[in-house]
């Protein structure tokens, strides 16, 4: 049984603040434990935006570092996933900023039109999955972003550092690529 199930089958609150604690000894042991426990939905969360295992590996290994680095300032309060799935996040969108090439995109203004909902709920997750890791990585990124974390154009700008009008502007590009792929499968009702 991996560690992951052990903790959420037992569900005991005691046994996360234990690796958490051990965490804060330094504990190898901890680290490794608690990693692991968390790795599946992590690793969900950054090959999201990063497509390529090797980096999404990296990313995630920065990311973790850094929370093993600030797991004192973690205090019990609230979700530790939520804590932790933040930094990650942090992780990813310093990897983004510093790979994706913003400069001199050209700012359009067009009303998207969204894939109905039944043509998606269609798809196998793994298909649609795939087609938006397919997106340049900008515009895969700032897609991810406003669509699965929820966040404002406002919030995506000041992450990467790009303004609230080019973050609609890849939110515009990704839906109507994802709409025009979405189409060529052929998988909406006539």
Same mark, same amino acid.
């Given at each position: ?37 968390? !790795?599946? &939905?992590?690793? %969900?969360?950054?090959?999201?935006? $990063?497509?390529?295992? =090797?980096?999404? *590996?990296? @990313? ?34 310093? !990897?983004? &900023?510093?790979? %994706?090439?913003?400069?001199?995109? $050209?700012?359009?203004? =067009?009303?998207? *039109?969204? @894939? ?45 550092? $790009? ?28």
């Amino acid at each position: 049984m991996s560690v992951a199930l052990a903790y959420t089958i037992t569900g005991h609150a005691s046994e996360l603040e234990e690796l958490i604690n051990g965490c804060i000894r330094n504990e190898r042991s901890a680290q490794e434990k608690l990693y692991r426990l968390f !790795y599946p &939905k992590m690793m %969900a969360l950054v090959r999201r935006y $990063i497509d390529h295992e =090797e980096q999404a *590996e990296e @990313v995630l290994n920065n990311g973790y570092l850094r929370a093993f680095q600030k797991i004192k300032q973690y205090n019990f309060q609230g979700s530790f996933e939520g804590w932790i799935r933040k930094i990650i996040f942090h992780a990813v969108a310093d !990897y983004v &900023k510093q790979h %994706a090439k913003y400069s001199n995109q $050209i700012l359009l203004v =067009e009303k998207d *039109e969204l @894939v109905h909902k039944d043509h998606a709920d269609r798809m196998y997750y793994d298909q649609l999955l795939k087609l938006v890791q397919a997106l340049p990585e900008a515009t895969r990124t700032v897609f991810n972003m406003y669509v699965m974390e929820g966040m404002t154009h406002k919030e995506i700008g000041v992450l990467l550092g $790009i303004s609230e009008g080019t973050s609609k502007w890849h939110l515009s590009e990704g839906r109507r690529v994802l709409k025009e792929k979405i189409e060529k499968l052929e998988l909406h009702v006539k």
